[in-house]
């Protein structure tokens, strides 16, 4: 009848007692809390966490799914199950969270939390764990991130080339060329030559000689004569006259060099001088070198003694050397060439790779359509084929055709050169000449009409393959399979929020309506007490009705304590399947992912068997 009122700054919530039933008790509503959470799940959605934003998950599983996903991110194991039961019992809460925070001291967490302060949802000690988390997850997801770009590039840089690198290949080896004849052609060279060598002058002066020789007319400027120039700046106009005296010594110092050179250019139609005697001679000393070798060693040989003496001895080892030395020349030719025909011999066999690779992506293509072979799209397919096969009998008898158009053309120009070598015509010739223009016409007019029809042919085979593009593939299938799923999930979501929302606005009408009811009772109790304790007899009857009123609110309220004990019946029914439905739903889940694993392990075992049977 008079329902308690809870006191302020705290709320009725439902929990669970030791035994898993659910009890209200009141709790106190913290405002710094809540603002711990909000914080939190803003951080999980900016992170990635994105199961955070389903309004029907519990507080308690938003953090923990949260904070499994950031352990994971950051390749760390952590035993727990992400298809983990909702709504579990306090001991598995703890069981769970005992798990996710034996792993933050392996990952180096600078925060230490509790598994009760996680399952109490004490969200002041665990926003700054969460946040570090988050942190340590979007640095490891950038770091894999930039060390899966790097892997990428580098793959592809190895099997594939841009096309700028194709153009600079391309061009390297004219550049290259352009380059080595731009060296040759502005090289430095020889203009003049000495005629005596300066063995007794200093360094400075072959310097300066050397460069003349070049056509490089530079002073070589001297210590001595910067600091004669400091001075010179100091002394004003004495100054400009020594350095113009100093300037007119370098030049007739230049000259002196000079006088002592000749012109290579002059010297190449002159007569033969001893310089030139001098060069020839030095340019033919690997020559001279050799014959006075062999001079030497034909002499050697015709002052040898008999056989059995020590330089016959020397002799044959250093024949034996020489044979030796020649085994190894042809020894590393032969092992060069070894290396040029196994360097041919893998290109060859890289280009036999790269055919059975493309011949078994053209089978795997052909199974491929064989699979599309339904029951619809085989008779497109066999339409398809045939007006193919018809395509390429029209283009192959076109061709024929052209060719033997070409022939007889080539036929009639030569008997027409022959006739006009005659001279004239005759009215033979005419009239043949009028009956091959006319068939010509005609043929052209049916290879007119053999065009329009490959045209329509074509045309149709368009037609199909758009029809054939437009029946969606497998992984098209299950795409729209998973955005229907998606969707059935969020519709189902916002009838859950809905039915929820009807629900609490239907008892609430009905507590109100009960409200009514007992200020109208009270209203009329208090209206009838004044006139009803007048007399004795009112006073009676008076109490004769309260009772009768008493009695009706209690019946009311048995009947209502009897509804709600049936509710709660339906309830726990409901939330019993519920919770059978979630264990079937975790063992689907783990059921489907150990098939995957089996059939991996299958396909791998597949694998192993066809090698060894190749």
């Not at 180096?108 to 996680?118: D, N, V």
């Not at 339906?570 to 519920?578: S, V, W």
Request: a neutral charge; glycine letters at 4%; aromatic letters at 6%.
């Amino acid at each position: 009848m008079f329902q308690a009122r809870a006191r302020s700054g705290s709320k009725l919530t439902v929990v669970y007692d030791a035994e898993g039933k659910e009890i209200e008790a009141e709790s106190r509503e913290d405002e710094e809390q809540n603002v711990k959470l909000d914080e939190t799940i803003d951080l999980l959605l900016a992170a990635g966490y994105f199961r955070a934003r389903i309004k029907g998950l519990s507080a308690f599983d938003k953090i923990v799914g949260g904070m499994t996903w950031c352990i994971t991110t950051c390749n760390f194991d952590v035993e727990v199950d992400l298809l983990f039961q909702e709504s579990s019992t306090i001991g598995q809460k703890i069981a769970l969270v005992e798990k996710i925070v034996a792993v933050l001291p392996r990952m180096k967490c600078p925060y230490r939390i509790e598994p009760h302060q996680i399952q109490g949802m004490d969200f002041i000690r665990i926003y700054p764990v969460v946040q570090w988390l988050v942190k340590r997850a979007i640095a490891t997801r950038e770091e894999m991130g930039d060390f899966n770009r790097l892997f990428a590039v580098s793959q592809f840089n190895k099997h594939n080339k841009l096309p700028e690198d194709e153009r600079f290949q391309a061009n390297k080896l004219t550049s290259m060329t352009n380059l080595q004849n731009i060296k040759r052609t502005y090289g430095p060279r020889r203009k003049y030559r000495r005629l005596q060598p300066l063995s007794d002058a200093d360094e400075e002066v072959r310097v300066q000689s050397t460069l003349l020789e070049y056509g490089r007319r530079h002073a070589v400027s001297r210590h001595g004569d910067s600091e004669t120039q400091s001075k010179q700046s100091e002394d004003g106009s004495a100054g400009m006259t020594e350095v113009k005296v100093d300037t007119a010594k370098e030049e007739q110092r230049i000259k002196e060099l000079m006088g002592s050179m000749t012109s290579t250019e002059s010297q190449l139609g002159s007569s033969v001088t001893a310089s030139k005697v001098g060069s020839m001679v030095f340019m033919q000393s690997e020559e001279i070198k050799k014959a006075s070798e062999e001079y030497v060693q034909k002499q050697a040989e015709q002052t040898a003694e008999k056989p059995g003496t020590v330089q016959h001895h020397r002799k044959l080892v250093a024949t034996l050397q020489k044979q030796v030395e020649e085994r190894r020349n042809k020894q590393e030719v032969l092992e060069v060439q070894y290396k040029e025909k196994k360097e041919d011999y893998t290109v060859i066999k890289s280009e036999l790779d790269a055919l059975e690779s493309l011949d078994e992506q053209i089978t795997q293509e052909m199974n491929k359509i064989e699979e599309l072979e339904n029951g619809e799209n085989k008779i497109v397919l066999d339409k398809l084929r045939e007006l193919v096969a018809v395509n390429d009998s029209i283009k192959e008898k076109e061709k024929q055709y052209k060719q033997k158009c070409k022939e007889e053309l080539a036929e009639l120009q030569k008997e027409l050169e022959q006739m006009e070598v005659a001279g004239g015509e005759s009215e033979e010739d005419k009239e043949r000449n009028s009956q091959i223009e006319t068939q010509y016409n005609a043929d052209k007019s049916k290879m007119h009409k053999m065009r329009l029809a490959i045209a329509k042919k074509n045309r149709e085979i368009s037609s199909l393959q758009r029809r054939i593009d437009e029946v969606p593939s497998r992984a098209e299938l299950s795409q729209y399979q998973r955005r229907f799923i998606e969707l059935y999930n969020q519709v189902g979501a916002t009838h859950k929020e809905t039915k929820q929302f009807y629900t609490l606005y239907n008892t609430l009408e009905k507590s109100k309506s009960f409200l009514d009811r007992e200020v109208n009772l009270l209203n009329s109790i208090y209206d009838t007490f004044s006139a009803g304790m007048s007399s004795d007899a009112n006073k009676d009857q008076f109490l004769k009705q309260f009772e009768q009123i008493v009695d009706g609110v209690k019946a009311n309220k048995a009947k209502l304590e009897k509804q709600r004990e049936v509710e709660k019946m339906k309830r726990d029914a409901l939330n019993d399947q519920y919770l059978d439905l979630l264990e079937k739903k975790r063992l689907y889940f783990k059921t489907v992912k150990d098939l995957k694993e089996e059939l991996r392990r299958n396909e791998i075992l597949m694998a192993k068997m066809a090698e060894k049977e190749s």
